[in-house]
């Protein structure tokens, strides 16, 4: 089992940074991928970003050049660093956790944290 807690989410206005972090912990031995989703309203939840245990990274088109995802291993935490928002990032965040467990390839969730930008 893996547990992911978000934190960092809030309102902020058009144009201004918010710093998302996640934190895992429990078998983390397993992941070898960390990931951000938005969840627009009624509609499947989207990649953000992701990054592997070896650092690569990838990112939605929308976010390049305005997102960041990094990981501080010391700390089991990732951060999605999130620049210059807009009114069309607003979405429930959610982190997640890919990888292997016994053999089985398998993904844990968080419960998300909400980004809100205002004009």
């Known amino acids: 089992q893996v547990q992911l807690v978000e934190s960092g989410g809030g309102l902020v206005q058009a144009g201004g940074s918010l710093r998302l972090a996640c934190a895992s912990s429990g078998t983390i031995e397993g992941i070898n991928v960390m990931n951000w989703y938005c969840q627009p309203p009624a509609k499947p939840r989207e990649l953000v970003a992701s990054i592997t245990n070896g650092g690569s990274t990838n990112y939605a088109d929308a976010v390049k050049g305005r997102f960041t995802i990094t990981r501080d291993n010391a700390k089991n935490t990732v951060y999605l660093q999130m620049n210059s928002l807009k009114l069309e990032d607003t979405y429930l965040y959610l982190c997640?956790?890919?990888?292997?467990?016994?053999?089985?390839?398998?993904?844990?969730w968080g419960q998300g944290t909400q980004v809100t930008v205002s004009s």
């Open positions: 997640s956790a890919g990888g292997t467990w016994n053999g089985h390839q398998n993904y844990y």
